[in-house]
Nanobody, 126 residues
Framework: QVQLVESGGGFVQPGDSLRLSCTASGRTSNSDTMAWFRQSPGKEREFVAA????????YYSDTVKGRFSISKDNAKNTVSLQMNSLKPEDTAVYYCALGQRLILSSLQLPGSYDYWGQGTQVTVSS
């Protein structure tokens, strides 16, 4: 009933910037939390950032805080992730996720979210 589509990934050098976008379609009225996760080969899915559609407060993992910025457009059902000062360790497939209104302790848990996009590859290498 809900589809999420990510875009904006690519191959960049350390220090470069990328902006990822995610568009949600379908019956999203019961969803309030939009988030970004990432996953590299052999590792579990890792929380990156989240924002509440209801009031706009944003939360970040310690590894990206100060470099990444999440934003939303409720009218367009989109969420974006501006990534600056990219590092090789940022290399991963980035996924957009949509969930209900979550408590703070649940934001970083992949199982808390109801819908996922297919992901977009981000590679940071010299």
């Amino acid at each position: 009933q809900v589809q999420l589509v990510e875009s904006g990934g690519g191959f960049v050098q350390p220090g470069d910037s990328l902006r990822l976008s995610c568009t949600a379609s379908g019956r999203t009225s019961n969803s309030d939390t939009m988030a970004w996760f990432r996953q590299s080969p052999g590792k579990e899915r890792e929380f990156v950032a989240a924002v509440f559609r209801s009031y706009g407060r944003a939360y970040y993992s310690d590894t990206v805080k100060g470099r990444f910025s999440i934003s939303k457009d409720n009218a367009k059902n989109t969420v974006s992730l501006q990534m600056n000062s990219l590092k090789p360790e940022d290399t991963a497939v980035y996924y957009c996720a949509l969930g209900q209104r979550l408590i703070l302790s649940s934001l970083q848990l992949p199982g808390s979210y109801d819908y996922w996009g297919q992901g977009t590859q981000v590679t940071v290498s010299s």
